[in-house]
């Protein structure tokens, strides 16, 4: 059994940080760092080296404030049977967002 903390989930092929990190979210506790956000950058933006640092001028300094203040769930976004978001996929090497969600405001 590995614990909590080291079980980040695969990114899935295509699939946006956003989704991604709810997955991250259900799989393993937040640790207090922009972990997840990290390891998602590293896989597929690895030209954002700045990001994470950006990301914290913003005030966000772990995985769930990211999630609370960057991007909201729509309303009408799309489950699978089993409760998971169906990613619509994220542009290449960016952190774009998919069409479940809408900027924070
Ligand atoms: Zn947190
Ligand atoms: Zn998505």
């Not at 914290?56 to 909201?72: L, V």
Request: proline share 3%; charged share 25%; glycine share 6%.
């Amino acid at each position: 059994m590995s614990t909590l903390t080291n079980a980040l989930p695969a990114i899935t092929e295509n699939e946006c940080i956003r989704c991604y990190l709810e997955r991250a979210n259900e799989k393993s506790s937040c640790d207090g760092t922009l972990r997840a956000v990290d390891h998602y950058r590293g896989e597929l933006a690895p030209k954002e080296i700045g990001l994470t640092q950006a990301i914290k001028s913003f005030g966000i300094f772990c995985d769930c404030e990211y999630r609370m203040n960057t991007s909201k769930l729509k309303n009408d976004a799309q489950h699978n049977p089993d409760g998971s978001l169906i990613c619509h996929g994220a542009q290449d090497g960016s952190l774009s967002v998919c069409s479940n969600w809408v900027d924070h405001v």
